[in-house]
């Protein structure tokens, strides 16, 4: 009998069912258990309570959307391997685990690489300990994988990442602006000339998830008061660096580095700054106050740069910019029944190029509240 | 022009709008910003991932249904003079802001009082720095207040409290067999002699609370692994209390106890045990690392108490009840059309007496897993 | 290629998907298609206004759960043919074919067989027109197939048939009581000994879902004011009949009698009453325009029976009982890891043999509203 | 003690809750009850089978959603008198009470003159019987009545009808893509020199609501498959007519006109067709049956006109259009905390002229399936 482990997710109300010895065995792994104390929006929490939620139950639930859409495409006649399923599964539940504590505000400052290199770094780890179960997920993660779309679901403009974590962080924040028709986007999916497009049905899904990244983009993720919190974080590290510049300080050269660094979470960045409220440089202790007590600086944003700002440990300036799609990026394409392949650009009435190109930026200038 | 403040709040598909400016203060207290880092449920994240909910959405929850309680019965005529109203409400904001980090799990451990003492404790010391604007929470929170049933709504059988942990615990994990109308439950409240009653229609309702409760009890808040997590935490409190009788210790009746205590939260425990892992005591060291990496022990439930069992850090036994419905605290009463009022036990045609009065009574046995 | 339907379904948030070509030939039968007129809940919405759903989305949904059942256990090991797939598949598609207008209401009065009876003769008429593709079905659905567990998916305590009708109707109603954990309890099924059980883990699952029916019974099924209606309904049909024997009667021996039942539906029924308004006979009329502009009889309930009640055509009296579980069927079974199946009422701490046959016998008298 | 209705309403999880004597005696209005007996969204249910919802409950949807709004605009010191709250919920209670059976199909056929007019009628008709009582709600309805924004509530593109449509469609139909952040939106109204405005903060609900609107309505409201349904009712009543030119017609100068008008609805429409089945007539005969059976024409959409095709009752062409937002219509308001008050042209990052003002113009061609 092989034993089979049922996960709550309260986001596709139900559960994830994992009965692959590998993936079980993956996911009880140190580097990924650690990702129950990161949470997945950082700071977010301070402005939307409910959006505890960490990296841990987006990985699993990456994985969950990434076995339906394994199975539609079987279904529609892809041809796809056992050992390719494992792979593209692999790939999608490992693809964040080398994030480390509040990774998109300290990513640049804690350790010298992006997350991408450090999660490599692991897999490979992971990949050495188990005997090579690893070599098809990294290859597929690292798109060397000669089936490409199997690297599209995992990393693409309409990958199962963004797929879960849109569905997530609408879920536990709250913001219904965010919710996406998932499983009819899944089931929409296929595969043609070895890309991954959406049958023509489902069109209206697809601009609906365009439209919804976009609004979760300037009302969560972009948020003033979270963009406020950040800064507050950022300050905090910065001047504790500058009195000591071991603190929180990783070298990816040195020995033990990848063991050391799975270490630490986001809870012993809080209880730092805890502790940092008795520092005797009162600039650390009084940031380190404001954050503990949520007295976040105060924000503006402008469509204009802000000229002539005062810049210290309590005030500074900043640039925002969201396009809701990336043409840089590989278009999202629709198959019609016809056989035509055209991108999301050319195929929908609403979203046309004007739109999608459509850049929008932000200038903000945080700066203490009146005392 | 008045602030108003919103908050979102995923549990009741919208948000809390809070514009009272003394009820906005005491949220902005550090004592009650605390518990955004002391999730609600202790270590059942380590079953259910999404259960990463904190204390500080439960208080703000259950302000968020009494202020809808409170309107259905003013509008059904019952007299709520606007004092109590906002006694009511930061009663019931204030009623959890005493607990300590894992509180149901190491309450006894870390300090020598139940938490509602340092509840009261910690209403005190704000209503001292607010100039006695908790006065009326204060007497109904220790049920000192004349209208018996606004204690009620703070705690009882169908308390504010209860209604919002059910429906906030079954969303968070995802166990829709928590799921109660809350709406439906509250819009039937109403006071007959100075006690909050059931209006006849709520009757199916009520039924479906208390058995929610139960379900919610032995899915949930007991679940074999939770008690399993809770017992491997107590063994490593109780192993580093050992070798330095002063971690982790607060003394109520030393200068300072209430702002030191307040400092502490989940981070520090979960730091402290992370830190513990490299600690030369083996035991210490070894149960540190299982709960790091979630090496559980195993666990056996039984209606039949263990003997004979070995115990140690790492093995032992426990015995846990639930009886669905107490006796022994005030019944949930119901209010007929006709002016009668029954005791839900007599008025209830599935729930009688036989039913609610049953106590489960489970005894469990853990121990390490198979080496 | 291969066609493939997909039908929306509020429900289950999402849809289902169909590419089976008999399937779907059997979707496009005119008997079939006629389930779109005929509401699953009958006079129901004149309480619930939202309950206008009809039995085609619940055949439809029942066929949704049944390939998810039988995906679950195929998983687990039980041997099903593709045919067995197939034949279970459509008969649970066609289980409540058979049903006529307000068919729990008029079930009686309309023609002289259950509507199980009509169900199979429409089933063997399909079966002739499509060459016999629906002969394990019939099989199944009659339990005259060998494997018995087929048929229990089909028809027993714990059903797909229950499971949809159940969620569906809490759904629709809006009443929460009802929200049962269908993923859950469908992913738990087993077979054991050609018996369909349920994993140990889906235990209080299942105890949510026997809760779950009960309560719904008697907030829904057997709401006073459709009990009302029904009765009024009744009596507008009976009255109808005395002055007119042929109207709405339908003789199962008359040749066309399939196809003649096969046109009447909802429809006619409440057309039949908006015409009977103006009737010269008074007592039909008065009960027509009572329904159309919904003036219901006043009706109350009582644990005893009324005695010396005056019955009329808007006066009567009538009995009610449910007992939430039935001995009688073939008990819910548990199938534990050890290979021991125990029946839910020894399986259950909550659950026991005194709650689960208990009987709640109603009585109730309708008479005018107070004029 | 007053009497108090509550309604059950799956769409606000919850229910109405009524306890005006005199709006509870409109709803019992045999004018209101009928509008039990027609679906909301037409013959929407052949393609989502969930959309049997009727006017009727989206009519008390839009009552709930008017209290909310009014209750929130008294809270921020809107001036809005007793009778004018009475006048403002009437209104949109009643603001559809005009529709005929498949209202927006057959508008134009049964009845000559639009519905708003017969709604106004109607109104007029049941202020009569009532004294008087409709007064201030049909100055309202009608705009004439000197406070704006109470006409703006029930009619504008911001309005309580369309905020409970586009939130009930969607939960009916199950297409996400419609879901708006329905309390929010209500939340964040307010008013402005007597214009109906939305606070800033609630600048990406209302993007959102326009983005939904417009994915509604290609995705459900213009949907292929029911214009071509609608196409082919319109056929069948053209055919009627021609044979029987009385059949449904209904002239509003002739004396009774509006109690006979109000006898009609969908189910006396559909038993007709099924009626006109075994008409002698072939074309009406073929017709109907391909309704009854839902075999309905095929149809595709184009960009450009279709020239040169034949037209007949089985095949035809017409033209869909849609903006997403109406210049003509007043422009919705942003008010900012500095004063400022803006048209969501200029107010809104994402959504300016370009995008607002585009026009989807689609043709289409019925005809009939492969033979």
Same mark, same amino acid.
């Given at each position: ?223 003033? %008061? =979270?963009?406020?919190? &950040? ?5 905090? #590290?910065? *001047?504790?660096? !500058?009195? @000591?510049? %071991? =603190?929180?300080?990783? &070298? ?5 580095? #990848?063991? *050391?660094?799975? !270490?630490? @979470? ?106």
């Amino acid at each position: 009998m092989t034993k089979r482990k049922i996960i709550n997710d309260p986001v596709y109300d139900g559960f994830l069912s994992v009965d692959d010895p590998v993936i079980l065995q993956v996911i009880e792994h140190p580097y990924f258990q650690r990702q129950r104390r990161i949470k997945q929006l950082g700071l977010t929490y301070l402005v939307y309570p409910g959006a505890m939620h960490t990296r841990f139950s987006h990985m699993l639930g990456a994985l969950n959307l990434m076995k339906r859409a394994l199975d539609v495409l079987k279904l529609k006649g892809v041809e796809i391997t056992d050992d390719e399923c494992r792979g593209a599964k692999l790939a999608i539940l490992l693809h964040d685990i080398g994030h480390g504590p509040f990774s998109h505000t300290s990513e640049r400052v804690l350790v010298d690489v992006p997350h991408e290199e450090i999660t490599l770094l692991m897999m490979q780890r992971i990949n050495e300990e188990m005997g090579g179960v690893l070599n098809t997920a990294i290859a597929i993660f690292s798109n060397t994988y000669h089936k490409h779309f199997l690297h599209q679901l995992v990393s693409s403009q309409l990958d199962m990442d963004r797929l879960d974590y849109l569905g997530r962080d609408s879920f536990f924040t709250g913001v219904s602006e965010g919710i996406v028709g998932t499983d009819r986007i899944i089931s929409m999916l296929n595969v043609h000339d070895d890309e991954l497009v959406v049958d023509e049905k489902g069109i209206y899904s697809v601009e609906k998830f365009i439209i919804s990244r976009r609004l979760m983009y300037w009302q969560v993720y972009m948020h003033k %008061t =979270v963009i406020a919190a &950040d800064q507050l974080l950022l300050s905090i #590290l910065r *001047r504790a660096r !500058e009195l @000591d510049p %071991t =603190v929180f300080h990783f &070298d990816t050269s040195s020995p033990g580095f #990848l063991d *050391r660094f799975a !270490e630490v @979470d986001d809870d012993d960045i809080m209880v730092a700054v805890k502790h940092w409220q008795h520092s005797d440089d009162e600039i650390l202790s009084t940031l380190c106050r404001n954050m503990v007590n949520r007295r976040l600086p105060a924000i503006r944003f402008s469509n204009e740069p802000f000229v002539d700002v005062h810049t210290s440990y309590f005030e500074g300036t900043g640039k925002l910019a969201n396009r809701s799609y990336d043409f840089n990026d590989q278009e999202i394409k629709v198959l019609y029944k016809d056989g035509r392949c055209l991108p999301i650009s050319e195929a929908s009435d609403q979203l046309d190029r004007h739109f999608l190109e459509k850049q929008v930026t932000k200038y903000y200038h945080y700066f203490p509240k009146e005392q």
